[in-house]
């Protein structure tokens, strides 16, 4: 019958033929792979040569200790739990060693099953970090192939949704439509629009993600930057009666950021703010602190509760809202918008109450 261990190779150091003897045959009864060595200079070559999951050694051997070996595992990055083993060993010696990054520490004289009960709980611990290393792979891969799904189906998708609203569009201004017809058809034009926004935006996530978008620095005024944002909304503003006010406190207008990402966050979290505001104040400051751009865009709107602000940035936690006016949304912006911020090496935050409005607070470095 195979043996369960063979999996897990063990490197026996012990200058001591007879310690050495006893533990190899302890490992061959067990079914483990093993390896031996008596000194800690071959111990290296094997580690650096060979594949070594548990190093199974004695504290001392002649006058070196195994913390010299296991400062050597840990520089070479390898997955290897050791287990020591020490006569009388101190208190001090015993908290050294964990603080080397052994993973267990047995007193000699050693019985069998006290080494076999180590040697299972490393070997445990081993296929543990070898499964999670697995599943990080598979899930790494399996999201590269979502985003490559993303771009390819983005891209055949905006073709027809752009020609779907050019005919509805033709057919509109062309008339001899019924007013039934007529309002069919718009109903048609609004719903390729948002479903073109959505394909644009679902394309420019994956990008992101795969790292075809780059952020391409140019020395932009950022007080100009903002105000062409603001006045994108200023005729939306004025017919929901919301005031729009921007304080300017920057000491240094200019910074290197990526302008049309940057006009894009703003742009983006501007337009929620007259969407979700009627009757009310959309305050923009913009302040230089610590060689940062802090910039707030706070509104007085309706503001949201935990579990939206909770899932706001989360690229599959967002849900679709609706404006004070029906306006529609599908959440994928802000998403956005902390992508490109996090790619700018930024921060993203808001604070928000349901009723009371909503504030974003961006800081950017200026360099």
Same mark, same amino acid.
């Given at each position: 019958?195979?043996?369960?261990?063979?999996?897990?190779?063990?490197?026996?150091?012990?200058?001591?033929?007879?310690?050495?003897?006893?533990?190899?045959?302890?490992?061959?009864?067990?079914?483990?792979?093993?390896?031996?060595?008596?000194?800690?200079?071959?111990?290296?070559?094997?580690?650096?040569?060979?594949?070594?999951?548990?190093?199974?050694?004695?504290?001392?051997?002649?006058?070196?200790?195994?913390?010299?070996?296991?400062?050597?595992?840990?520089?070479?990055?390898?997955?290897?739990?050791?287990?020591?083993?020490?006569?009388?060993?101190?208190?001090?010696?015993?908290?050294?060693?964990?603080?080397?990054?052994?993973?267990?520490?047995?007193?000699?004289?050693?019985?069998?099953?006290?080494?076999?009960?180590?040697?299972?709980?490393?070997?445990?611990?081993?296929?543990?970090?070898?499964?999670?290393?697995?599943?990080?792979?598979?899930?790494?891969?399996?999201?590269?192939?979502?985003?490559?799904?993303?771009?390819?189906?983005?891209?055949?998708?905006?073709?027809?949704?752009?020609?779907?609203?050019?005919?509805?569009?033709?057919?509109?201004?062309?008339?001899?439509?019924?007013?039934?017809?007529?309002?069919?058809?718009?109903?048609?034009?609004?719903?390729?629009?948002?479903?073109? &926004?959505?394909? *644009? !935006?679902?394309?420019?996530? /994956?990008?992101?993600? @795969? $790292? +075809?978008?780059?952020?391409?620095?140019?020395?932009?005024?950022?007080?100009?930057?903002?105000?062409?944002?603001?006045?994108?909304?200023?005729?939306?503003?004025?017919?929901?009666?919301?005031?729009?006010?921007?304080?300017?406190?920057?000491?240094?207008?200019?910074?290197?950021?990526?302008?049309?990402?940057?006009?894009?966050?703003?742009?983006?979290?501007?337009?929620?703010?007259?969407?979700?505001?009627?009757?009310?104040?959309?305050?923009?400051?913009? &302040?230089?602190? *610590? !060689?940062?751009?802090?910039? /707030?865009?706070?509104? @007085? $709107? +309706?503001?949201?509760?935990?579990?939206?602000?909770?899932?706001?940035?989360?690229?599959?936690?967002?849900?679709?809202?609706?404006?004070?006016?029906?306006?529609?949304?599908?959440?994928?912006?802000?998403?956005?918008?902390?992508?490109?911020?996090?790619?700018?090496?930024?921060?993203?935050?808001?604070?928000?109450?349901?009723?009371?409005?909503?504030?974003?607070?961006?800081?950017?470095?200026?360099?």
């Amino acid at each position: 019958m195979e043996k369960y261990n063979t999996d897990i190779t063990i490197l026996i150091i012990s200058k001591d033929n007879t310690l050495s003897a006893e533990m190899v045959k302890l490992a061959e009864n067990e079914g483990y792979s093993y390896i031996s060595a008596e000194s800690f200079d071959k111990a290296a070559e094997l580690l650096d040569l060979k594949h070594v999951d548990i190093v199974l050694s004695e504290l001392y051997v002649g006058k070196e200790n195994a913390f010299e070996i296991i400062t050597h595992i840990n520089k070479t990055g390898k997955i290897t739990n050791t287990i020591l083993l020490a006569e009388h060993p101190s208190a001090e010696c015993v908290i050294n060693a964990l603080k080397y990054g052994a993973y267990d520490f047995i007193p000699k004289p050693a019985e069998n099953d006290a080494i076999i009960l180590a040697l299972k709980r490393a070997s445990e611990n081993i296929r543990l970090r070898r499964d999670n290393i697995r599943h990080f792979k598979e899930l790494f891969k399996l999201n590269q192939l979502k985003n490559e799904f993303l771009a390819v189906v983005s891209h055949d998708l905006r073709s027809p949704l752009s020609s779907i609203t050019g005919y509805v569009n033709y057919l509109i201004k062309k008339g001899d439509l019924s007013e039934l017809q007529e309002r069919y058809l718009n109903v048609i034009r609004d719903i390729s629009v948002d479903l073109y &926004e959505l394909v *644009n !935006q679902l394309l420019d996530i /994956s990008k992101v993600e @795969t $790292g +075809i978008i780059n952020i391409q620095r140019v020395e932009t005024n950022m007080a100009e930057l903002i105000n062409t944002s603001l006045n994108n909304f200023v005729l939306l503003g004025i017919d929901k009666n919301t005031r729009i006010v921007f304080f300017n406190r920057l000491e240094n207008t200019h910074a290197m950021v990526d302008r049309e990402k940057i006009l894009q966050v703003l742009n983006n979290i501007i337009s929620n703010s007259v969407k979700f505001t009627e009757n009310g104040t959309i305050t923009v400051t913009a &302040e230089s602190k *610590n !060689q940062h751009i802090h910039l /707030s865009i706070e509104d @007085t $709107g +309706i503001g949201m509760d935990k579990e939206q602000i909770d899932n706001l940035f989360t690229q599959y936690g967002y849900s679709p809202s609706r404006g004070t006016r029906g306006e529609k949304g599908n959440g994928l912006g802000l998403v956005i918008c902390k992508k490109f911020i996090d790619l700018h090496k930024g921060s993203i935050e808001l604070e928000s109450e349901l009723g009371r409005g909503t504030r974003f607070l961006i800081t950017i470095p200026e360099k």
